[in-house]
């Protein structure tokens, strides 16, 4: 079973799951800092979704949501979705993005 929250606070648990998830999604960019990672959660131009297991409470994906202003309203964009490899095919990424559109 997976659960899906809105980042409020970057502390080393969000850390170390960055350092372990963005190796899966980006062979060329590094992992994000604490600096990195508490600039996406403080911008109101982004919200930063994470997945867990339940059962281990493991953050097993995250998703990055961009949001900017057009002439015509708001826009969103979902970014750098990324899913622990053991954990794909459970629905993680589903979450995330149902997370994303609510």
């Given amino acids: 079973m997976i659960h899906t929250t809105e980042v ?23 992992a994000p800092g604490a600096d990195e990672l508490a600039a996406i959660v403080a911008s109101p131009a982004t919200v930063l979704f994470i997945a867990r297991d339940i059962d281990s409470g493991e953050i097993v994906g995250s998703l990055t949501l961009a949001l900017f202003r057009i002439p015509t309203g708001m826009r969103a964009w979902i970014e750098d979705v990324v899913v622990d490899g ?12 149902q997370a994303a559109l609510d």
Avoid: C, M, Y
């Fill in 86 to 97: 053991a954990q794909r095919g459970k629905g993680v990424g589903n979450a995330l993005n």
């Fill in 8 to 30: 409020v606070e970057v502390d080393d648990e969000l850390i170390a799951a960055f350092e372990h998830l963005t190796p899966q999604l980006s062979s060329s960019s590094p």
